[in-house]
């Protein structure tokens, strides 16, 4: 393994989300603006209601919106026919058209807002934000986090499928058994996924973010309200998590 290597960080890329925080800040857009309001007829259909979520929902995964990931379709590329979909690069508002095929888990506002992790809420957020700072996601990250906290490995490469630098490899085995490599790939591209990191420049951000150094006193305490969860397992038990609080605004 490369001393520090650079790797796809998945859905820690979500937590880069603090840029919108930023943005709410300046008061650019706020955490109680409606989906509707920045993206009109976006968040629509099969029960979706774009009205009744705001931004602070997608944050903290009380949207109630259905996880694109979860599409049979969209599953079945994943984890079945990988190899072709290997350089797909679907655009973020595409994706979320597929989850709006599905009718949300909740709606907000019908009883207290419920807790569910949706990959689409972080997608609408990074969507939110480039219509609120005229800036696209990658910008965006890179003038307000990566920039200003000096991380020098870290990148969003987009659609770019190829790693630079010394990088650590990721294979897993498929339904057959066999070893799949899935370092190569476009498919993590977007906002809730798409970051390229190391381990010491993700220590560094996470840092700068617990220690205040991104956001002012106001937007941290927002940024670590949680909300109960009652439906995400904890391992070894699988009990669910009843008595924590999950989701924070970031």
Known sequence: ?????????ASTTKTFTAVVLQLAAEQVLSLDDTVEHWLPG????????????MLRDLLRHTSGLYDYVDDPRVRSELTEHFEESRYDDTPAQNLVAVAMRHRPLVVPGDGPRRWAYSNTDYLLAAMIAEKASGLDWRELVEHRVIAPLGLRHTYIPGANPFLTGPHERVAVKDANGAVLDLTEQSLQHTADSGGVSTPSDL??????????RLLPAALSEEMRRTVPCDDLPVPPSGRAATDSGCASSR
């Open 1 to 9: 393994m490369p001393d520090d290597p650079r790797f796809r960080v």
């Open 42 to 53: 976006v968040v629509s259909g099969h029960g979706n209601d774009g009205s009744r979520v």
């Open 203 to 212: 220590d560094t951000f996470f840092r700068a973010l617990a220690g205040n």
